[in-house]
């Protein structure tokens, strides 16, 4: 089934906001900058991918094949709401960085 424009927008924006959330929430406790920018794509092959992630160590080959298959057949929807993702987690990087050099200290 399609997905319509307004679900579509609405995939994204909530994706955005929460990976911005994770993000600051994160980038706030451990102050590591860009950690969930460096996290994201692990999520995102996990929200992706039906193989266990311990597949990834013990039986690779098979693993990164499937994992291949499985990002060459994504839709467009979906592949645009997973960049709006990682475009949260980098924009929370971002806030950080400007919050930090205006003199905000978090934690």
Do not use: C
């Amino acid at each position: 089934m399609p997905m319509t424009v307004p679900t579509l927008i609405i995939s994204m924006l909530l994706f955005f906001v929460l990976f911005f959330g994770i993000g600051f929430l994160v980038n706030m406790l451990l102050r590591w900058t860009w950690v969930m920018a460096i996290v994201y794509p692990i999520i995102a092959i996990l929200i992706i991918d039906d193989v266990r992630f311990i597949e990834y160590f013990t039986n690779s080959s098979t693993a990164f094949h499937q994992l291949g298959n499985k990002v060459a057949s994504l839709a467009t929807a979906d592949i645009l709401i997973l960049l709006s993702g990682l475009a949260g987690s980098i924009t929370a990087g971002f806030v950080m960085i400007v919050l930090r050099k205006k003199g905000y200290q978090m934690f």
